[in-house]
């Protein structure tokens, strides 16, 4: 790809010129939204350019955006603002519009376009194909876990002297690269649980329950096969309903299922039920997706049932359940599904969000507190994966790094194998890689069947501790702290002799706390808990 090396104009840039919370006489960032900007701000000025930005589904990204854009027009500068998706778009540009009170010029097929603004929204997959880029002094990559794609880098690159600022709620990637080659640096915002006590989004409540078997199943560079995934997904069909009725009646819904006709006969199962129930997809065409959602938003519609949509790009603070039908390796996507239905409403006491995968086991709950990073996360259990020689680190192989092989090897049989040359992330270590030379696991064909089907009834995930149990747990600890012993004699002990084996993750949580262990530690241990108390010690 050819680039314009004069594209940015960002050497006249004054980022020392003081920033105001207060947008306009009508818009003003909150507390934690203003530091968040600043951090931005301070890495910009130690030198780092390229900045990656963390802020939790439902705590206003968009508006910090804002506040970066307008801080740059204001000075006549350039702006260009990239996302991937039409209702990212669309909400950017409106929200844009509305902070600074300038028109916007959008950068997207179909739309004619208008340079001759200094705020300019483009379509990724739009801005690629319309060569040369404009001028810009600050790039904003809205949905930055995405960024490290090559059509993202490819504009990046052709930016060299613009500020850049990538916006995620979840800053981190499921094929073990990170962001290290993309961003010079990470500035996290508060946590989805300091949003929640504070208001800023929803109480919720979790209804956990074992109904799709993922056992066997393949993962592929992103998630598990869909194909297979699906089979599994549709023999529990039946579940839907009966749940929803029980935890979330009356609620309006967004089910997200596996594929098209996982989430099709969703719907089918709450139409026949006398629930007013609809299905879409990817391929629904705009005016008709539009639609849909204006009967969701006016009640005619009670659920909404998609694959592959709703993850990013809707904003619906009325949405006051969300049930989860896909099981995920992607802690982005558990992350954006589950953060649907967390956005404040009149009349919304919580929301709730009814998982019927084991999502919120190896994810988290909402208010799991995550340590995000730009560095790369190995992953030794994905069958496609590929292990460093030098460093033990596993990554999947960027796909561009696969298209033209540095040589073609002759086996003893005469066939010829393409040898590529990929980059470990964490050691940059150039090796040889031969596609198809991962350890794949075969699918375990009975899995999912009614047999091998995992039975759990769909119940409340208790996040509270019960005040009868922390003594126990207390003394526990008093005697662990005693003694010298390891922190995990306690979990052990409170099943021994206590009653560990009632626990709910809410009483866990307490003793994470106590023990200084994150949150996320109670998930593990309630679910071991519960093992044990039917085994024998």
Known sequence: MTTDPGISMAQSIDIQQPFYRDLNSEISLRNYQEELVFGVFEEWRSG?????????????????IGALVQYFVQQGLKVLAIAHRKELITQLSETLENITKLPIGKIKAGIPPAPQYNIQVASIQTLIRRQPFPEADLLIIDEAHHSAS???????????????????????????????????????????????????????????????????????????????????????????????????????????????????????????????????????????????LERFRNGKTTILSNCGLFGEGVDIPSIEAVQI???????????QQIGRALRPSPGKTHAVIIDHSENWRYHGLPDTHVEWSLEPISIPNNEYATKCSCCGHCFLPFPHDLK???????????NLTPIYHITCPSCLTTLEYIKGAGAAI????????????????????????????????????????????????????????????????????????????????????????????????
């Open 150 to 292: 090559r059509s993202y880098t490819d504009v990046m690159s052709a930016y060299p002297d613009a500020y850049i600022a990538g916006f995620t709620a979840t800053p981190t990637r499921t094929d073990g690269h990170g962001f290290l080659q993309t961003y010079d640096a990470l500035v996290k915002g508060v946590t989805t649980a300091y949003l929640i006590e504070h208001g800023y989004l929803s109480q919720f409540k979790v209804y956990g329950g074992v109904t799709i078997n993922t056992k066997g199943l393949k993962s592929s560079v992103e998630d598990y096969q869909k194909g297979a995934l699906e089979k599994r997904a549709m023999a529990v069909v039946g579940d839907v309903v009966p749940a929803w009725k029980k935890h979330a009646l009356g609620k309006k819904t967004i089910v997200f299922a596996v594929g098209v006709k996982h989430s099709q006969a969703i719907a089918a199962a709450f139409n026949n039920e006398g629930i007013t129930a609809e299905h879409l997809d990817g391929k629904t065409s705009a005016g008709k997706r539009e639609e849909a």
């Open 442 to 537: 075969e699918p375990d064909e009975e899995a999912g069947g009614e047999k091998e089907r995992l039975e759990g009834l769909m119940m409340e995930i208790v996040l509270e501790a019960n005040p009868e149990y922390i003594k126990e747990i207390d003394q526990a600890i008093a005697k662990q702290t005693k003694n010298g012993y390891k922190r995990g004699w306690v979990f052990h002990h409170l099943l021994k002799e206590f009653s560990g084996s009632q626990f709910s993750v809410g009483d866990w949580r307490y003793v994470a706390h106590q023990l200084g262990y994150e949150l996320g530690w109670a998930n593990y241990a309630w679910r071991d808990s519960q093992v044990f108390s039917s085994s024998e010690f």
């Open 325 to 335: 039908c896909r099981p995920t390796v992607s802690k982005i996507v558990h992350f």
């Open 404 to 414: 033209t092989p540095i040589r073609l090897d002759k086996d003893k049989d005469g």
């Open 48 to 64: 780092k350019r390229r900045v990656m930005v963390q802020l939790p589904t439902g705590g206003g990204k968009t508006v910090c």
